[in-house]
């Protein structure tokens, strides 16, 4: 959830600026499995990893596993050593072997992805209690968290630290500051169904004037917050998943708040089957990855059905975009793939899984059938490492 997307270049307007919305998919030139000299072996993608090596580098691993394919583990010990000593992730460390300090611009929506990919893969378990911890223990006031520790809340921190905790089998509702949860903050970012514009949809963060303005970006990113979902989603069984009516007034339920965002979602993107971008000084134009999360928001809280328009326009129009974005985009596309049920692996006659694994490290193999006692890890058909 992200947090989740766009160029490096608006990354790093973000940084700047000391706020962010979610680590952006940034621009990969080259699908190429080789890393160039300013990009570390094991990482993913050949673009500056500045400011989204974690981010792109845990979707990569995430949505691997996601298909069954066994993460190198080169790939892993890359991600595993951008950890600082307290639990946290930064965007990208250059220098590992020096420990983190002040000046260490560690965020939430790193260590939330970097949570969720290390759980998926499984074996470092205390990498992710360490990320847990410290996670809670930037939680603000408000029961939210915003991109760095004790910033404002946004929708989109919130919602990507929500599917961390679920991740991990934790209830979000049981991890609280002051008595406020994650879902109420998460509702704070609501638009009110009296709303003259947006009325359901999510903001990323209300006004200087506390004005909430809807945004598509925080609405698929809440809409699977408000559902209890991680960056990886199952198709939803919701009833009435295509329903426009906004529902629960001025104070909707969080059920009703995913509803009420997930038919902003549809009416978005009812006419032409995407989302448009929306960023300042560039002209409009389509939105992938924001579609893409879409589609894995709409599938999520109302079944395959509800994201069949924007599923249709992506498996047409995305390959290009994903080409040039890189890892991050093919994983984006591939949990698209996942929550509605279709082959990633023929995605608009594009093999998203080969295209993804051709800008890492060679993986390990594929998951055997067969599960260990517990369930949740799965045994390798092939131990090999590159």
């Avoid at 621009?27 to 400011?51: C, E, R, V, W």
Wanted: negative net charge; proline residues 6%.
């Amino acid at each position: 959830m992200n947090v989740r997307r766009r160029s490096a270049t608006a990354l790093a307007a973000i940084a700047v600026l000391g706020a962010a919305a979610a680590p952006a998919v940034a621009a990969d030139p080259s699908p190429s499995a080789s890393a160039s000299k300013s990009t570390p072996a094991g990482l993913y993608g050949t673009a500056d990893p500045q400011y989204d090596g974690v981010w792109r580098q845990s979707l990569a691993m995430l949505a691997q596993d996601t298909v069954g394919v066994i993460p190198s583990a080169t790939a892993v010990r890359w991600l595993t050593g951008q950890q600082c000593d307290n639990g946290a992730f930064a965007a990208y460390r250059a220098d590992t072997a020096k420990p983190c300090d002040a000046k260490t611009m560690v965020d939430t929506n790193s260590t939330a992805a970097a949570v969720q990919a290390l759980w998926a893969v499984g074996g470092h378990g205390d990498a992710v209690e360490d990320a847990l911890g410290w996670l809670k223990s930037v939680q603000n006031k408000d029961g939210g968290w915003g991109y760095t520790p004790g910033g404002p809340s946004d929708a989109n921190s919130t919602s990507v630290v929500i599917g961390a905790l679920t991740a991990t089998s934790t209830k979000p509702e049981s991890v609280a500051k002051d008595g406020k949860t994650p879902y109420d903050a998460l509702l704070t970012f609501a638009l009110p169904c009296s709303a003259d514009k947006g009325a359901g949809a999510f903001a990323y963060q209300p006004d200087k004037d506390g004005k909430l303005f809807a945004n598509d970006d925080a609405t698929a990113a809440g809409v699977l917050g408000a559902l209890g979902k991680g960056l990886v989603a199952e198709p939803g069984k919701a009833a009435g998943g295509g329903d426009a009516t906004c529902a629960g007034g001025d104070k909707p339920t969080r059920e009703q708040a995913a509803a009420n965002g997930a038919a902003h979602l549809m009416q978005a993107v009812a006419k032409d089957g995407h989302l448009m971008s929306a960023l300042a000084g560039a002209d409009p134009q389509p939105d992938y990855g924001n579609t893409a999360d879409a589609v894995v928001a709409l599938a999520a809280r109302g079944g395959v059905g509800s994201a069949a328009k924007p599923l249709a326009w992506l498996e047409k129009n995305s390959a290009t975009w994903a080409a040039q974005s890189g890892p991050a985009a093919y994983a984006q596309l591939i949990f698209a793939a996942h929550a509605t049920g279709t082959d990633p692996r023929a995605f608009g006659g594009t093999d998203l899984v080969q295209q993804l694994n051709a800008t890492g490290p060679t993986p390990q193999g594929v998951k055997d059938t067969a599960t260990t006692e517990d369930g949740k890890q799965d045994k390798a058909k092939d131990e090999k490492d590159d």
